[in-house]
T-cell receptor
Framework: GAGVSQSPSNKVTEKGKDVELRCDPI?????LYWYRQSLGQGLEFLIY????????KSGLPSDRFSAERTGGSVSTLTIQRTQQEDSAVYLC??????????????FGEGSRLTVL | DQQVKQNSPSLSVQEGRISILNCDYT??????FLWYKKYPAEGPTFLIS?????DKNEDGRFTVFLNKSAKHLSLHIVPSQPGDSAVYFC?????????FGAGTTVTVRA
């Protein structure tokens, strides 16, 4: 596709349920990132993929959060046993290996997660 | 530990006047600084960047200034237009990932 695609755009779930968020990066982009934006907060880094490997998972808030990337393309962020503090907009972004410095980091529209 | 800080959560400016957005950082290893713009229900989009070896970069109505000794950068928008109303994020990197500030919401009044 032309841009980064994320689904679902909105997800409402009950506390304790598991959720999966999907990201389709721009074709050919080897780097993929997950960020989240909580209400009134900035963009918080979660995880970085280079190809199918995740050399930096330092931003994942707890072991309830996990992510994988397959075929160097689609990525899934999974949140198990959701809590109310997980409510946020989850943003996926992709770039070429060296694109971050030059502004060639492209974001999707985000998945808004609401945990009741 | 927030390495990029935007201390002004909001800014209101009259159309045609200058908007000045400020950003401070703590990591001296950062070598590129960027500004992103975000409209509601959309992802952030790149606006302008500056390398740490420069002190100014200009692109049309947008100019970014970098003061390395003060670990401070600013974004000037001249003249401000109604379409500039958005959230502006300051970001910095020293390798593969961007660290973002909390954002400044700019409202341009007619």
């Amino acid at each position: 596709g032309a841009g980064v695609s994320q689904s679902p755009s909105n997800k409402v779930t009950e506390k304790g349920k598991d959720v999966e968020l999907r990201c389709d990066p721009i074709s050919g982009h080897t780097a993929l990132y997950w960020y989240r934006q909580s209400l009134g907060q900035g963009l918080e880094f979660l995880i970085y993929f280079q190809g199918n490997s995740a050399p930096d998972k330092s931003g994942l808030p707890s072991d309830r959060f996990s992510a994988e990337r397959t075929g160097g393309s689609v990525s899934t962020l999974t949140i198990q046993r959701t809590q109310q503090e997980d409510s946020a907009v989850y943003l996926c972004a992709s770039s070429s290996r060296t694109g971050v410095r030059t502004g060639e980091l492209f974001f999707g529209e985000g998945s808004r997660l609401t945990v009741l | 530990d927030q390495q990029v800080k935007q201390n002004s959560p909001s800014l209101s400016v009259q159309e045609g006047r200058i908007s000045i957005l400020n950003c401070d950082y703590t990591n001296s290893m950062f070598d590129y600084f960027l500004w992103y713009k975000k409209y509601p229900a959309e992802g952030p989009t790149f606006l302008i960047s500056i390398s740490s070896i420069k002190d100014k970069n200009e692109d049309g109505r947008f100019t970014v200034f970098l003061n390395k000794s003060a670990k401070h950068l600013s974004l000037h928008i001249v003249p401000s237009q109604p379409g500039d109303s958005a959230v502006y994020f300051c970001a910095a990197t020293d390798d593969y990932k961007l660290s973002f500030g909390a954002g400044t919401t700019v409202t341009v009044r007619a």
